[in-house]
Protein backbone atom coordinates (compact mmCIF):
# COMPACT_ATOMS: atom_id res chain seq x y z
CA UNK A 1 0.00 0.00 0.00
CA UNK A 2 1.28 3.17 -1.51
CA UNK A 3 2.22 5.53 1.77
CA UNK A 4 1.54 9.25 2.45
CA UNK A 5 2.74 11.81 4.30
CA UNK A 6 1.77 15.16 4.75
CA UNK A 7 4.46 17.73 5.64
CA UNK A 8 2.39 20.96 6.99
CA UNK A 9 3.45 24.52 8.89
CA UNK A 10 1.10 26.00 11.87
CA UNK A 11 -2.71 25.52 10.94
CA UNK A 12 -3.40 28.78 12.59
CA UNK A 13 -1.22 30.71 9.80
CA UNK A 14 0.20 28.56 6.81
CA UNK A 15 -2.37 29.12 4.17
CA UNK A 16 -0.50 26.87 1.75
CA UNK A 17 -0.47 23.99 4.42
CA UNK A 18 -4.44 23.98 4.71
CA UNK A 19 -4.96 23.99 0.94
CA UNK A 20 -2.76 20.63 0.54
CA UNK A 21 -4.35 19.21 3.72
CA UNK A 22 -8.26 19.98 2.05
CA UNK A 23 -7.15 18.09 -0.85
CA UNK A 24 -5.43 15.45 1.27
CA UNK A 25 -9.07 15.30 3.28
CA UNK A 26 -11.25 15.56 0.07
CA UNK A 27 -8.94 12.68 -1.77
CA UNK A 28 -9.52 10.13 1.16
CA UNK A 29 -6.29 10.12 1.65
CA UNK A 30 -4.73 8.03 4.59
CA UNK A 31 -1.97 10.20 5.68
CA UNK A 32 0.54 10.98 8.57
CA UNK A 33 1.30 14.47 8.95
CA UNK A 34 4.03 16.11 10.20
CA UNK A 35 3.70 19.89 11.58
CA UNK A 36 6.71 21.84 11.68
CA UNK A 37 6.41 25.48 13.35
CA UNK A 38 7.16 28.33 10.96
CA UNK A 39 9.62 31.07 11.58
CA UNK A 40 12.12 29.56 14.01
CA UNK A 41 15.59 28.99 13.57
CA UNK A 42 15.17 25.31 12.92
CA UNK A 43 12.39 25.67 10.57
CA UNK A 44 13.92 25.63 7.40
CA UNK A 45 16.36 22.72 8.39
CA UNK A 46 13.16 20.75 9.18
CA UNK A 47 11.42 21.63 6.34
CA UNK A 48 14.39 20.41 3.94
CA UNK A 49 14.50 17.03 5.68
CA UNK A 50 11.19 16.60 3.57
CA UNK A 51 10.83 18.86 0.77
CA UNK A 52 13.68 19.99 -1.47
CA UNK A 53 12.32 23.62 -1.61
CA UNK A 54 12.23 24.38 1.80
CA UNK A 55 8.37 25.31 1.85
CA UNK A 56 5.61 23.63 3.07
CA UNK A 57 3.19 21.88 2.14
CA UNK A 58 4.93 18.73 0.64
CA UNK A 59 3.45 15.36 0.29
CA UNK A 60 5.94 12.49 0.54
CA UNK A 61 3.94 9.89 -1.49
CA UNK A 62 6.23 6.04 -1.09
CA UNK A 63 9.08 8.33 0.33
CA UNK A 64 8.90 10.86 -3.04
CA UNK A 65 8.36 14.28 -1.95
CA UNK A 66 5.86 16.43 -3.96
CA UNK A 67 6.15 19.79 -3.14
CA UNK A 68 3.95 22.05 -3.71
CA UNK A 69 0.27 22.45 -3.24
CA UNK A 70 -0.58 22.45 -7.11
CA UNK A 71 1.39 19.59 -7.88
CA UNK A 72 -0.16 18.04 -5.03
CA UNK A 73 -3.85 18.81 -6.19
CA UNK A 74 -3.04 17.41 -10.12
CA UNK A 75 -1.03 14.30 -8.47
CA UNK A 76 -4.04 13.35 -6.06
CA UNK A 77 -6.65 14.39 -8.70
CA UNK A 78 -4.44 11.64 -10.78
CA UNK A 79 -4.47 9.07 -8.19
CA UNK A 80 -8.08 9.61 -6.91
CA UNK A 81 -9.79 10.17 -10.97
CA UNK A 82 -13.23 9.04 -8.35
CA UNK A 83 -13.27 11.70 -6.36
CA UNK A 84 -14.04 14.69 -8.41
CA UNK A 85 -11.40 16.80 -7.74
CA UNK A 86 -12.02 18.84 -10.41
CA UNK A 87 -15.15 18.95 -12.47
CA UNK A 88 -16.15 16.41 -15.01
CA UNK A 89 -17.42 18.97 -17.14
CA UNK A 90 -14.51 19.62 -19.66
CA UNK A 91 -15.81 23.88 -19.65
CA UNK A 92 -15.80 23.67 -15.97
CA UNK A 93 -12.67 21.89 -15.81
CA UNK A 94 -11.07 24.41 -17.59
CA UNK A 95 -12.22 27.21 -15.97
CA UNK A 96 -11.88 25.61 -12.80
CA UNK A 97 -7.99 25.43 -13.71
CA UNK A 98 -7.51 28.74 -14.16
CA UNK A 99 -9.47 30.05 -11.33
CA UNK A 100 -6.59 27.91 -8.91
CA UNK A 101 -4.15 28.88 -11.17
CA UNK A 102 -4.90 32.34 -11.10
CA UNK A 103 -5.01 32.17 -6.85
CA UNK A 104 -1.35 29.97 -6.75
CA UNK A 105 -0.01 32.80 -9.02
CA UNK A 106 -1.64 36.06 -7.97
CA UNK A 107 -3.41 38.02 -5.22
CA UNK A 108 0.05 39.56 -3.77
CA UNK A 109 -1.47 42.45 -2.47
CA UNK A 110 -3.77 40.20 -0.50
CA UNK A 111 -2.00 37.52 0.50
CA UNK A 112 0.40 40.10 2.27
CA UNK A 113 -1.47 42.61 3.87
CA UNK A 114 -4.49 40.13 4.98
CA UNK A 115 -2.21 37.13 6.38
CA UNK A 116 -4.13 33.82 7.06
CA UNK A 117 -4.65 34.44 11.19
CA UNK A 118 -7.17 31.73 12.68
CA UNK A 119 -6.99 33.32 15.70
CA UNK A 120 -7.69 37.08 15.25
CA UNK A 121 -10.49 39.38 14.15
CA UNK A 122 -10.50 42.34 13.13
CA UNK A 123 -13.58 44.31 12.90
CA UNK A 124 -13.68 47.76 10.84
CA UNK A 125 -10.38 46.41 9.16
CA UNK A 126 -9.78 49.47 6.11
CA UNK A 127 -7.79 48.16 3.26
CA UNK A 128 -5.73 49.74 0.74
CA UNK A 129 -6.69 50.01 -3.20
CA UNK A 130 -4.67 47.25 -4.57
CA UNK A 131 -6.04 44.81 -1.76
CA UNK A 132 -9.55 45.89 -2.56
CA UNK A 133 -8.93 45.29 -6.22
CA UNK A 134 -7.96 42.03 -5.45
CA UNK A 135 -10.96 41.62 -3.26
CA UNK A 136 -13.21 42.99 -6.12
CA UNK A 137 -11.01 40.38 -8.80
CA UNK A 138 -12.26 37.21 -6.15
CA UNK A 139 -15.82 38.36 -5.60
CA UNK A 140 -16.06 38.00 -9.61
CA UNK A 141 -14.80 34.69 -9.88
CA UNK A 142 -16.62 33.73 -7.00
CA UNK A 143 -19.80 34.97 -8.68
CA UNK A 144 -18.86 33.98 -12.25
CA UNK A 145 -18.52 30.26 -11.03
CA UNK A 146 -21.43 30.07 -8.81
CA UNK A 147 -23.97 31.22 -11.57
CA UNK A 148 -22.00 29.34 -14.31
CA UNK A 149 -20.93 25.87 -12.82
CA UNK A 150 -22.09 25.98 -9.00
CA UNK A 151 -25.61 24.48 -9.91
CA UNK A 152 -24.90 20.77 -7.83
CA UNK A 153 -23.98 22.26 -4.70
CA UNK A 154 -22.87 25.27 -2.46
CA UNK A 155 -19.15 25.69 -4.06
CA UNK A 156 -17.72 27.26 -6.70
CA UNK A 157 -18.27 23.97 -8.95
CA UNK A 158 -20.67 22.49 -7.16
CA UNK A 159 -19.14 19.84 -5.05
CA UNK A 160 -16.11 20.78 -2.59
CA UNK A 161 -12.86 20.60 -5.34
CA UNK A 162 -8.93 21.82 -5.81
CA UNK A 163 -10.48 25.15 -6.65
CA UNK A 164 -12.03 25.79 -3.28
CA UNK A 165 -9.43 24.27 -1.28
CA UNK A 166 -7.15 27.15 -3.05
CA UNK A 167 -9.77 30.03 -2.09
CA UNK A 168 -10.59 28.62 1.19
CA UNK A 169 -7.43 30.20 2.95
CA UNK A 170 -9.20 33.51 1.48
CA UNK A 171 -12.58 32.78 2.84
CA UNK A 172 -10.44 32.68 6.51
CA UNK A 173 -8.57 35.84 5.82
CA UNK A 174 -12.31 37.90 4.53
CA UNK A 175 -13.75 36.63 8.20
CA UNK A 176 -10.10 37.84 9.98
CA UNK A 177 -10.34 41.30 8.37
CA UNK A 178 -14.21 41.70 8.50
CA UNK A 179 -14.50 42.13 4.55
CA UNK A 180 -17.77 42.99 3.43
CA UNK A 181 -19.43 41.04 0.73
CA UNK A 182 -22.39 40.63 -1.14
CA UNK A 183 -25.28 37.73 -0.61
CA UNK A 184 -23.54 35.26 -3.06
CA UNK A 185 -19.98 35.89 -1.52
CA UNK A 186 -21.28 35.62 1.53
CA UNK A 187 -23.07 32.28 1.53
CA UNK A 188 -19.99 30.74 -0.27
CA UNK A 189 -17.69 31.70 2.86
CA UNK A 190 -20.38 30.36 4.70
CA UNK A 191 -20.43 26.76 2.94
CA UNK A 192 -16.73 26.77 2.84
CA UNK A 193 -16.88 27.48 6.70
CA UNK A 194 -19.14 25.20 7.70
CA UNK A 195 -17.44 22.44 5.35
CA UNK A 196 -16.32 19.51 8.12
CA UNK A 197 -12.89 19.54 6.68
CA UNK A 198 -12.57 23.74 8.03
CA UNK A 199 -14.39 22.41 11.02
CA UNK A 200 -11.35 19.82 11.72
CA UNK A 201 -8.92 21.94 10.74
CA UNK A 202 -9.58 25.40 12.54
CA UNK A 203 -10.62 23.38 15.95
CA UNK A 204 -6.60 22.16 15.48
CA UNK A 205 -5.68 25.33 14.87
CA UNK A 206 -7.31 26.40 18.31
CA UNK A 207 -5.23 23.68 20.13
CA UNK A 208 -2.06 24.74 18.34
CA UNK A 209 0.36 25.94 21.21
CA UNK A 210 1.35 29.66 20.98
CA UNK A 211 3.52 31.25 18.57
CA UNK A 212 5.36 34.39 19.21
CA UNK A 213 6.94 34.23 16.30
CA UNK A 214 3.56 35.56 14.26
CA UNK A 215 3.00 38.27 17.02
N1 LIG B 1 4.10 27.70 -4.02
C1 LIG B 1 4.19 27.02 -2.77
C2 LIG B 1 4.22 28.06 -1.67
C3 LIG B 1 4.43 27.44 -0.32
C4 LIG B 1 4.82 28.45 0.74
O1 LIG B 1 5.24 29.61 0.46
N2 LIG B 1 4.73 28.03 2.00
C5 LIG B 1 5.16 28.84 3.13
C6 LIG B 1 4.21 28.68 4.32
S1 LIG B 1 2.54 29.08 4.05
C7 LIG B 1 6.48 28.30 3.64
O2 LIG B 1 6.73 27.11 3.56
N3 LIG B 1 7.36 29.14 4.16
C8 LIG B 1 8.60 28.66 4.68
C9 LIG B 1 9.02 29.34 5.93
O3 LIG B 1 8.22 30.14 6.46
O4 LIG B 1 10.14 29.08 6.37
C10 LIG B 1 3.00 26.06 -2.66
O5 LIG B 1 2.01 26.29 -3.34
O6 LIG B 1 3.07 25.04 -1.96
Redesign the pocket.
Known amino acids: MTSYTLIL?NKT?????L??WLLARQAGLDFTEVVIP??RPE??AE?LKHSP??????LVEDGQPI??????AETLAERFPGKGLWPGDARARQVARCVTAEM?SGFAPLRQALS?DLSKHYPGHAVGAEVQADIERICDIWRDCRASFGGGGDFLFGDFGIADAFYAPVVTRFRTYDVKLDGVCEAYCAAVTAHPWMQEWAAAAAAEPRAPEFD
Open positions: GYSSWSRGLRTRIAGKVPAWDSLAIHM
